[in-house]
């Protein structure tokens, strides 16, 4: 079963907002079973929505088209399907009064141009928005369901969850397979090294026609999705061998199967231990503890955090002597195993993790080139540094150092043991 998806928007065109809504729902099609056949993105003018969907549509039993229910002038896809299925629109008055609804709930009165999002193709199913004001649409052309949905992405999600998903995992049961689909999440090792470690077992994936595997590079991990066409029960047996073999083919740089987080994985594994952290952070202004809070339950772990950037703070602050920061350097071994150590003793944690660096574009100095970072961790069993060079890149280098020291802590604290 092929589907193809079409989305529509100028924004997306001219790359003002990132097609996420694609790159998603992708994702969760081809985790049902459908082969994504074509992704293609129009602008906002009649004549290229109406070519895209002959395109798609050509190539497709089933298609998702996001985008362009707006109220405004330029909001076409609803006149574009119209014209090119040949099909009157029509005005659906219970949607209407439930968008007044929703405007009235907001203590908001609807504007006028609000009534256009009620006009429905004829004899469409309508997927109702649960969190908006356009309203989806299932409708048949030919032998390919056209599903019509919202660019706005939670409204989109929404839909293709609740009524979409469920649709076209119905329609494709009788295939008699599925695909069986986990990413591996690995750090702190780069995707040729992974590669090579890993050629072993991608040499006995490839002489298995029903696998696939792919290596996903980003600026902080490598993802190793692996992929199979099932058409049986021992499959899922054979599946979770192979995921066991490649999870112990990358050893410590393996942290977890997405959906996980490097930060979640590391507040559940230090609460189980009812262990603390403590945080200073000079060159990654606070990214490291952020992506702590964001983990919910992060409170029992982590004791506090203090952005200490000026050498002044990390003085009065943190108690490391000036003239000690001047003589080793602010970007040196001796000023992060410092300020790791003088914020695990303040916060009385049981670990205390430290950065500093100079990240670029400019910086430097004769103690450190620019893109060097050091990161320490202060344990029970004394103070582990460790020097980073990153490409003078302040917002890439700022990821990676904040990943690096997540991974610093990981790897010391017993997780990668697991």
């Not at 009524?163 to 090792?189: D, H």
């Not at 992506?291 to 339950?297: A, D, L, N, S, Y």
């Not at 003793?345 to 430097?364: E, K, V």
Request: charged residues 25%.
């Amino acid at each position: 079963m092929k589907l193809s998806i079409l989305t529509i928007g100028d924004e997306l065109l001219i790359g003002q907002v990132l097609n996420s809504n694609a790159q998603w729902a992708a994702e969760q099609f081809t985790a049902i079973g459908w082969d994504v056949a074509c992704q293609l993105t129009v602008g906002d003018q009649l004549d290229e929505i109406m070519e895209g969907l002959a395109l798609v549509c050509k190539k497709s039993d089933a298609v998702l088209i996001s985008g362009g229910l707006g109220p405004t002038h330029d909001d076409l896809t609803m006149e574009a399907l119209s014209k090119f299925l040949k099909v009157p629109l029509e005005m659906d008055h219970e949607w209407v009064g439930l968008v007044e609804e929703f405007f009235r709930s907001r203590k908001r009165a609807m504007p006028a141009n609000n009534q256009k999002q009620g006009l429905l193709l004829k004899g469409a199913v309508r997927i109702d928005n649960d969190c908006g004001t356009a309203a989806g649409q299932h409708i048949r052309h030919g032998n390919t369901d056209l599903f019509v949905v919202p660019g706005v992405p939670h409204e989109m999600k929404s839909m293709l969850n609740r009524v979409v998903l469920p649709a076209l995992a119905a329609r494709s049961g009788n295939t008699g397979g599925k695909i069986l689909k986990e990413t591996l999440l690995t750090t702190g090792i780069g995707e040729s090294a992974l590669a090579e470690r890993l050629d072993p077992v991608v040499k006995k994936i490839r002489g298995m026609p029903e696998f696939t595997l792919a290596f996903l590079p980003s600026t902080t991990m490598v993802r190793l999705r692996l992929l199979m066409k099932a058409s049986n029960s021992e499959d899922q047996a054979r599946f979770q061998a192979l995921v066991q073999e490649l999870q112990q083919a990358c050893g410590k740089d393996y942290f977890g199967m997405e959906p996980a987080t490097l930060e979640g994985t590391l507040v559940g594994h230090l609460k189980s231990l009812g262990k603390t952290l403590a945080i200073a952070e000079s060159c990654t202004g606070g990214l490291v503890s952020h992506r702590i809070t964001q983990v919910p339950g992060a409170s029992s772990v982590l004791r506090g955090s203090m952005i200490a950037y000026q050498e002044e703070i990390k003085t009065l602050e943190l108690a490391i002597p000036a003239e000690d920061l001047r003589r080793n350097g602010m970007v040196s071994e001796f000023t992060a195993r410092a300020m790791a150590e003088a914020i695990r003793r303040r916060w009385n944690a049981d670990y205390g993790l430290s950065t500093t660096g100079y990240l670029g574009p400019t910086g430097g100095d004769e103690h450190a080139a620019l893109g060097t970072v050091w990161i320490a961790l202060a344990t029970p069993a004394g103070t582990i540094a460790r020097e980073f060079r990153y490409e003078p890149n302040r917002e890439r280098a700022k990821e990676r150092a904040a990943q690096s020291a997540l991974d610093l802590l990981r790897r010391n604290s017993g997780i990668s043991e697991n």
